[in-house]
C-alpha cells in the first residue's frame, strides 16, 4: 500500500492545497467586503445627492412661492389706489372750489378758509403711491404694499381733512347768511 514517506508527500500536497483553497476564500473574503463597501458608499452617495437636490428645489420652490405671495399682495393694494386717489381728488377739487368762491368777508369765521387752504395744502402734497416691480425683491414688494398702504390711508385722512374743512366753510357761510338775515 503506502509507505509513510508517500503519506507525508500526500499530506504536504494535501496541505498545500488547503492553503491554497484558504487564500482562495480569503481573497474571496476580501473582494466581498470590498464590493460591499463600494455599493454602501454608492447607496449613501446617491442618497445623500438625492437629499440634497430635494433641500435645494424645496429652498427654489419656497423662494418661488414667497415672491409670488409678495407680488400678488403688492398687487392687491396697487389695485385699490385708483379708488383712494380718486376720493382725493374728488374732496380736493370740492375744497379747491369752495375756497375759489370763499372770501373772508363771505364767512362767519375766517379761520374757517384758513383751514381750508391748509388742508388743501396737505392734500395736494400727498405723495403717489409706489408701483409694485416685478423685477423687486420679495422683501422690496412687502416694503412696497406697506407704503402703498401707508399712502392710501393718507390720501383718505387727506380727503377726509378736506370734507371737513369745506363743510366746516360752507357751514361758517350759512351762519354769516343766518345772521344777515335776523
Known amino acids: 500500500m503506502f509507505d ?13 492545497l488547503d492553503e491554497a483553497e484558504v487564500d482562495a ?22 442618497v445623500a445627492v438625492s437629499c440634497g437636490f430635494i433641500v435645494w428645489n424645496n429652498a427654489r420652490i419656497y423662494r418661488d412661492d414667497m415672491f409670488r405671495t409678495a407680488y400678488n399682495t403688492c398687487q ?8 383712494s386717489e380718486e376720493e382725493l381728488s374728488a374732496a380736493l377739487k370740492k375744497a379747491r372750489h369752495t375756497a375759489d368762491t370763499l372770501s373772508a368777508t363771505d ?23 409706489p408701483s409694485c416691480n416685478v423685477d423687486a ?20 385722512n387727506a380727503a377726509n381733512a378736506l370734507q371737513y374743512s369745506t363743510k366746516a366753510a360752507l357751514a361758517s ?8 338775515n335776523k
Open 107 to 129: 364767512v362767519a369765521d375766517p379761520n374757517t378758509l384758513s383751514d381750508l387752504q391748509d388742508a388743501i395744502s396737505s392734500g395736494a402734497s400727498v405723495k403717489r403711491a
Open 25 to 46: 476564500e480569503d481573497h474571496q473574503q476580501k473582494h466581498a467586503w470590498k464590493t460591499i463597501i463600494a455599493v454602501i458608499a454608492v447607496v449613501l452617495l446617491v
Open 76 to 83: 392687491n393694494q396697487a389695485d385699490k389706489v385708483p379708488a
Open 4 to 16: 509513510e514517506k508517500q503519506l507525508v508527500e500526500a499530506k504536504e500536497d494535501d496541505d498545500s
Open 137 to 156: 425683491s420679495a422683501e422690496t414688494l412687502i416694503e412696497t404694499a406697506r407704503l402703498i398702504d401707508t399712502s392710501m390711508d393718507n390720501a383718505h
Open 173 to 180: 357761510q350759512k351762519e354769516l347768511d343766518l345772521l344777515h
